[in-house]
């Protein structure tokens, strides 16, 4: 069945850098859309970023562009998220979840556990 | 970017009821249209693509409608778990984004 599971999150100090990352299995990685999502404490959710199933393109939201990158290694069926320059604002649980279809930029099916990130000094 | 608008934030049923939640988009977004669920504490979970379609596993008692600008998410026959907090999400174009979510309690 697949499987999401985030990793990475924590006690960051503001202005430091984290690389968060989703292990994937169940699911033919490299053939899938893959997107991050983050909800901050009693907040709703707020998409952040996508990177093709080649890797090759990715977009994001404007409040996090230049300071978020998205990444895969298909090797190893895993996408990271790495935020550098963490602000207080960026506290929030991190998700990744997939694409519904292979090849396809469309809504998303499965998702992961989540991961709190905390942006505190 | 594209605004969603769900209506209303809260909402108070009883078990047994029948339930709408809307969604208005701020331009067109055919039917690029997903529901979420989600409970506190725990990750969302996927209930409707394409505004109508259910996701493999969900109950048909999830109804969703609508094309365009206007969308909607029924619930029958409400049961103790399916008090949680409703989110739409267009995706449609980049930067996909989601209502503010409506919280479902129990009346």
């Known amino acids: 069945q697949v499987q999401l599971v985030e990793s990475g999150g924590g006690v960051v100090q503001p202005g430091r850098s984290l690389r968060l990352s989703c292990a994937a299995s169940g699911f033919p990685f490299s053939s899938y859309v893959m997107h991050w999502v983050r909800q901050a404490p009693g907040k709703g959710l707020e998409w952040v970023a996508v990177?093709?199933?080649?890797?090759?393109?990715?977009y994001f939201v404007d409040s996090v562009k230049g300071r978020f990158t998205i990444s895969r290694d298909s090797s190893k069926d895993t996408l990271f998220l790495h935020i550098h320059t963490l602000r207080p604002e960026d506290t929030a649980v991190y998700y990744c979840?997939?694409?519904?279809?292979?090849?396809?930029?469309?809504?998303?099916?499965?998702w992961g556990q989540g991961t709190l990130v905390t942006v505190s000094s | 970017d594209i605004q969603m608008t769900q209506s209303p934030s809260s909402l108070s049923a009883s078990v047994g009821d029948r339930v709408t939640i809307t969604c208005r988009a701020s331009q067109g977004i055919g039917n690029y249209l997903a529901w979420f669920q989600q409970k506190p504490g725990i990750a969302p979970k996927s209930l409707i693509y394409?505004?109508?379609n259910l996701q493999s596993g969900v109950p048909s008692k999830f109804t969703g409608s609508g094309s365009g600008t206007d969308f909607t998410l029924t619930i029958s026959s409400l049961q103790p778990e399916d008090f949680a907090t409703y989110y739409c999400?267009?995706?449609?174009?980049?930067?996909?984004?989601f209502g503010q979510g409506t919280k479902l309690e129990i009346k």
């Open positions: 990177i093709s199933s080649d890797g090759k393109n990715k």
């Open positions: 999400q267009q995706y449609n174009s980049y930067p996909y984004t």
């Open positions: 979840a997939k694409a519904k279809y292979s090849n396809s930029w469309g809504g998303v099916d499965y």
């Open positions: 394409a505004a109508s």
